[in-house]
């Protein structure tokens, strides 16, 4: 199995149905090297969302992304093109080691998310910048303006989730204070 196969597979299940995209993801996740070729998807705008999801359910199964894969990943942020994929790759940002060379990367793309008009993407912004702070202290800040302005947004959903994102926010940031 190569790349190119995977890519034929992935591109008969545009669709994003998860039953197309499960079946992708049965066929291909023990494949050595697999992650690489999800990785390698993301920026391809045809194929990174059901990429991205493909990642994302591995990841959410309890498999780890190798550091260098990882790397691979955040350097592919600024290419993402589709809010599927943006939304994908924030839910799975808490389980990524954001080196200190992709920080503003990091923080680029989720603060690009918080802009977003989908109500999806933007409440995973929130909860990355949130993420990105609790890897890297000199975010802390930063963190706390985008959720006190996630606090503030129009719709309810978000402000739900910013709620959430607040509940894991350590004491020690002073948020929580009563």
């Known amino acids: 199995m ?18 197309s995209l499960q079946a992708v993801y049965d066929s291909w996740h023990e494949v050595v090297g697999v992650v690489r070729f999800w990785i390698d998807c993301v920026g391809d705008s045809a194929l990174e969302g059901g990429a991205s999801w493909l990642l994302k359910h591995w990841v959410e199964a309890g498999s780890e992304i190798e550091s260098t894969d990882q790397h691979e990943l955040l350097n592919r942020l600024d290419a993402v093109t589709s809010w599927q994929a ?4 924030l839910q799975i940002l808490e389980h ?13 793309f989720c603060n690009e998310s918080i802009l977003s008009s989908n109500t999806f993407v933007r409440a ?11 890897q890297w202290p000199c975010y ?24 959430r994102i607040r509940q894991t926010i350590p004491d020690d940031w002073g948020i929580n204070e009563v």
């Open 2 to 19: 190569c790349i190119d196969d995977f890519k034929i597979a992935l591109a008969e299940c545009a669709d994003g149905r998860v039953e």
């Open 140 to 163: 802390i800040s930063r963190a706390l303006d985008a959720i006190e302005l996630g606090e503030s947004e129009d719709a309810a959903s978000v402000r739900a989730r910013v709620r």
């Open 96 to 108: 990524l080691l954001i080196p200190e060379e992709f920080r503003e990367v990091v923080a680029s």
């Open 86 to 89: 943006r939304l994908h790759l």
């Open 124 to 134: 995973w912004g929130y909860s990355g910048m949130v993420t990105l702070a609790k």
